[in-house]
C-alpha cells in the first residue's frame, strides 16, 4: 500500500461520507448517488466529475482529482459510468445489490 492508495482511499471515503449527509437512510444513498452522477449518457467526463466533486465542497486539488478519476474509471475509457462510482464509493455491506 502506497501513499497514493492512502490519498485515492481517503478521497473516496469523503464522497461516501458526503453522500451520507445528504441522506437519512441506506436506500437513499445510491439515490443520491445516482443523482450526481446524472448526466447524459448515464457517464460522466473528468472535467463534469471535477465540477460535481467541489458542488459536494470537497476540497480537493486538480492532481488529486485527476488520480481519483483514473482510479475510479476502471475500463480506462476516461468516463465514469454509474457502477464504477458505486463499486469505488459506496459501503459493501449494505445488505443487498443495488443492480438486481
Known amino acids: 500500500l502506497d501513499d497514493h492508495d492512502v490519498d485515492v482511499k481517503h478521497l473516496m471515503g469523503m464522497i461516501h461520507v458526503k453522500i451520507l449527509e445528504r441522506t437519512r437512510r441506506s436506500e437513499d444513498q445510491y439515490r443520491e448517488a445516482y443523482r450526481l452522477f446524472k448526466c447524459p449518457g448515464g457517464r460522466i467526463t473528468e472535467p463534469e466529475f471535477k465540477r460535481r466533486m467541489r458542488l459536494l465542497g470537497l476540497v480537493i486539488t486538480d492532481r ?20 464504477e462510482m458505486v463499486k469505488h464509493v459506496m459501503p459493501k455491506d449494505l445488505g443487498y445489490d443495488p443492480f438486481e
Not at 488520480?67 to 475510479?72: D, E, H, K, S
Open 64 to 83: 488529486d482529482l485527476h488520480r481519483l478519476f483514473a482510479t475510479m474509471d476502471d475500463n480506462g475509457n476516461g468516463v465514469l459510468d454509474f457502477a
